[in-house]
């Protein structure tokens, strides 16, 4: 069996991850699968909609990667990765990763995680294609690195702290304006400290591997998307000259058959991808001090200012969860 080719989106939530997966999505050769983490519980055991608007369990491309994995125990399977996964052991992954070990330990759940992202490439891409899987959970992209016969890339993707704080504070459905089950809302200071582990944990993970590794901003996403959509293909050796933007900052969506996150991942039709900085003004004074406090030893590194910028520009506001698209275009934070 020929290797699977995986493109990890890993980092902290929040970060513009479902548009960056979305867009990837549509390249030739690559499969939008959204975070893959959560097939086995929200997928097959809550049976929340795929990409594509269906129910997972009516979807025919996930009903046959499903015909490969019968003898799996979704929910024990979900149950043991929640706990393999847990915070708590991030430093006992770190200390196993720096002694070349596998940083999560083996478990025989692994056999079917493998054969997982196995199914998902026979039956969605051709030979040498890729995966694009945003579970942005490091530990979780550790172990995934570690299965038998994945050949693993890591696409960092960071975002302004204050941004994505102010973001988890929205009231989201988990599945668009139908579903009565809200994304979490952790508080600012909770969503800081979480952005701080996790991108602290990607590069002390895969940073230094720059075949491997390739971290991006979001803000430089939406100033440039086409560029920057042409550095991540050429980043796991794929071609550029198919990329879905007719204009700048329009991308043209077609379905995916994403597992899991944010509900936007249910847009299509043409799409501006616009920065979203209704956080400028929207975040307090006492939380935006919060989150620069507790995120500032990454800040400057990722190139974010302390002070809280200016507002020049009038750009993408507050908008409800996407169900359907607009026309001609609608406006997208990832």
């Known amino acids: 069996m020929s290797r699977v080719r995986v493109l990890y989106l ?5 970060s513009g991850s479902t548009l960056v997966t979305t867009v990837l999505g ?15 519980r929200r997928g097959i055991l809550e049976n929340r909609p795929c990409g594509c608007g269906s129910p997972l369990a009516d979807c025919p491309l996930w009903a046959r990667v499903r015909a490969d994995l ?10 043991r990765l929640a706990e393999r996964l847990r915070l708590r052991r991030l430093p006992a992954l770190l200390r196993r990763q720096f002694r070349g070990r596998p940083p999560v330990p083996s478990h025989p759940d692994d056999n079917h995680l493998a054969r997982l992202y196995a199914s998902i490439a026979t039956h969605t891409l051709p030979q040498g294609g890729v995966i694009v899987d945003s579970s942005k959970l490091p530990p979780y992209g ?21 941004a994505t704080a102010y973001s988890w504070r929205r009231r989201r459905r988990l599945d668009g304006r139908a579903d009565d089950q809200l994304m979490s809302r952790p508080p600012v200071g909770k969503a800081a400290l979480l952005w701080l582990v996790w991108n ?30 042409a550095r991540i293909a050429r980043f796991v050796g794929a071609d550029t000259d198919e990329l879905p933007f007719p204009t700048p900052h329009t991308a043209r969506l077609t379905p995916t058959h994403s597992v ?27 939380a935006y ?8 030893p990454l800040l400057s590194r990722f190139g974010y200012r302390l002070r809280r910028p200016a507002v020049t520009t009038v750009a993408a506001t507050r908008r409800p969860d996407p169900v359907v698209p607009s026309s001609p275009a609608t406006r997208q934070e990832g």
């Open 142 to 162: 550790a172990l995934v690195g570690s299965l038998p016969d994945i050949d693993l890339y890591v696409l960092h993707v960071v975002r302004d702290p204050r």
């Open 260 to 286: 899991a996150g944010n509900p936007a991942r249910h847009r299509t039709g043409l799409v501006e991808v616009v920065a979203d900085t209704e956080w400028l003004t929207g975040l307090s004074t006492r």
């Open 70 to 79: 019968t003898d799996a125990d979704p929910a024990g399977i979900a149950a």
């Open 200 to 229: 602290t944990a990607t590069g002390r993970l895969w940073g230094g591997r720059d075949d491997r590794y390739l971290r991006v901003r979001y803000e430089d996403f939406v100033v440039d998307p086409a560029g920057v959509t």
């Open 10 to 14: 890993a980092g902290s939530g929040r």
């Open 26 to 40: 549509q390249l030739p050769g690559f499969f939008a699968a959204g975070e893959l983490r959560y097939l086995w």
């Open 289 to 296: 001090a919060v989150v620069t406090g507790l995120t500032w």
